[in-house]
């Protein structure tokens, strides 16, 4: 069979036209601390593409057994599935999905995940109950500048253009099970899209521009396009595809109209960053197998580093994800997974690489519950919290930089204000929490367009008297390239300041 696989766009890196806006940008970071302070709790409040990956990898599950249940209500469920264990992993999904920390720009999209899991939990015996849960969770509120929005939108375009080629791999195996999490993948995307278009415009103090919000309940006011198709467009475009999937993996159709809905979309494939060619992405690999690049791909991938795939190996840990695949053992106990869904994780050992695992229970979280099981409120152990609440007059006392033909002393000193409230220092965006012992500490990376900066910041409040003092340090590294021009910095200052 010839191969006529939906093929992914290569996108060729940007390089930056200017490199003295890349020089200035790290003199920013150098040289204005609220600057870099500000910048990186912005970015911190925006999160980034693993932490939505990850959110998304669970409710793709919490769909996919959705739909088993609804199956199994119907008389059409998978043989030994009943609506308590699908409950039972609704729970197992929400409680992962509970201990995740995301980007503030995120909390409200997570939240909304969780209240749907928490439906789908509580409506276990109750048939009316369970038909009254959505096929999705509610809106949602996000924000995004301009840039950022039209990126996300052809991000998850890519996504579902990716599931094509599986479904395509599902249907000529007759793997239903599979279409399953390929079906409940594509209701993610259509969520996430249809909330990205409901956006108003929202300011922060230093930049009317840099973004807008988008808030539940909010007629669509924003529709970015790629190609030929436009945000507003593209739900309508995959609830067919999606429609299609889950009539095959419920049994209520051959796989036919998955092909034929993919015809009737090109614009879904183009904007995608595929080329749209007609039939199945599939090819023959003799006695009724079939295969797809994405599959070749990973076994020569595999075996480039050593591995076996579907060898002998140990137990894979911190999957988010429950569909079925292929994994390539090697090194020391590691594994690489890449399920039938199009699902890449990574793990294994110490000093294996991961990549897509849920974050591993840490001792600390032990020792804190731990903690709080000895001290309760009635047990008047209580020990008495610092309070440092106020607004702060801060200092740079002094600013080093190694960076050629600049003097950073003329930037000494620098004064700026904040405030504490509820021990937690306000921010733009964030607030930056202070510990018991009068600690309030922020890291960042950057990276983006040819400038990397690694910034390490540290609060120390302390009682003085009547009155609180605040001393503190900063540390920055950092490197920019563009056209040839490479500039490698570091930067560092001492505070100091007291409550008004």
Request: a negative charge.
């Amino acid at each position: 069979m010839a191969n006529k696989v939906t093929e992914a766009a290569v996108n060729k890196p940007v390089r930056s036209k200017f490199p003295l806006c890349i020089i200035i940008l790290l003199f920013l970071f150098c040289c204005c601390p609220l600057f870099i302070t500000t910048y990186i709790l912005v970015a911190g409040y925006f999160g980034n593409t693993a932490d939505l990956n990850l959110v998304q990898a669970e409710m793709s599950e919490a769909f996919a057994y959705k739909i088993f249940g609804d199956e199994t209500l119907g008389g059409k469920g998978p043989e030994g599935m009943t609506v308590e264990l699908v409950s039972i992993a609704e729970q197992s999904i929400r409680d992962e999905l509970q201990r995740f920390n995301v980007p503030q720009n995120l909390s409200d999209y997570k939240q909304v995940n969780l209240d749907w899991i928490n439906e789908v939990i509580a409506a276990e015996g109750d048939i009316a109950s369970w038909n009254k849960v959505g096929e999705t969770p509610a809106a949602f509120s996000i924000r995004f500048d301009d840039n950022s929005l039209k990126s996300e939108f052809e991000s998850s375009l890519q996504k579902i253009v990716m599931l094509k080629v599986y479904g395509d791999l599902a249907i000529a195996k007759g793997d239903r099970d599979s279409m399953h999490f390929i079906a409940a993948k594509l209701l993610v995307q259509r969520h996430w899209m249809e909330n990205l278009g409901q956006s108003d415009s929202a300011s922060l103090p230093f930049d009317s521009s840099f973004k807008v919000e988008a808030t539940a309940g909010l007629t669509a006011k924003r529709n970015p396009c790629i190609k030929e198709l436009c945000l507003q467009d593209a739900p309508r475009l995959v609830s067919g595809v999606y429609r299609s999937a889950r009539n095959y993996a419920v049994g209520d159709s051959n796989g036919a109209d998955w092909q034929t809905t993919w015809a009737q979309s090109p614009s879904l494939i183009t904007a995608g960053g595929g080329t749209n060619l007609e039939g199945m992405g599939v090819v023959s690999t003799g006695d009724g197998n079939f295969e797809i690049p994405p599959l070749s791909e990973f076994a020569n991938e595999c075996q480039g580093k050593g591995g076996v795939v579907n060898g002998s190996g140990g137990v894979k840990t911190r999957l988010p994800v429950s569909a079925n695949g292929d994994t390539c053992w090697y090194g020391n106990g590691c594994w690489d997974f890449l399920t039938y869904a199009g699902g890449r994780y990574m793990g294994g050992n110490l000093g294996c690489e991961e990549e897509g695992l849920v974050p591993a229970p840490g001792i600390v979280d032990g020792i804190t519950d731990f903690v709080k099981g000895i001290f309760v409120p009635d047990d008047g152990f209580l020990p008495e919290v610092n309070n440092f609440d106020g607004r702060y007059a801060l200092t740079i006392t002094s600013t080093q930089c190694d960076i050629p033909y600049f003097d950073a002393a003329t930037l000494a000193p620098f004064e700026s204000q904040f405030e504490v409230r509820g021990n937690n220092i306000i921010y733009p965006e964030k607030a930056v929490s202070i510990d018991s012992s009068g600690r309030a500490t922020t890291s960042f990376s950057y990276s983006a367009s040819g400038v990397y900066v690694d910034y390490n910041d540290e609060l120390l409040f302390a009682k003085s008297g009547n009155g609180v003092t605040v001393s503190g340090s900063f540390y920055l590294t950092g490197n920019a390239s563009g056209q040839g021009v490479s500039l490698d910095i570091s930067c560092s200052g001492e505070y100091s300041g007291q409550k008004l």
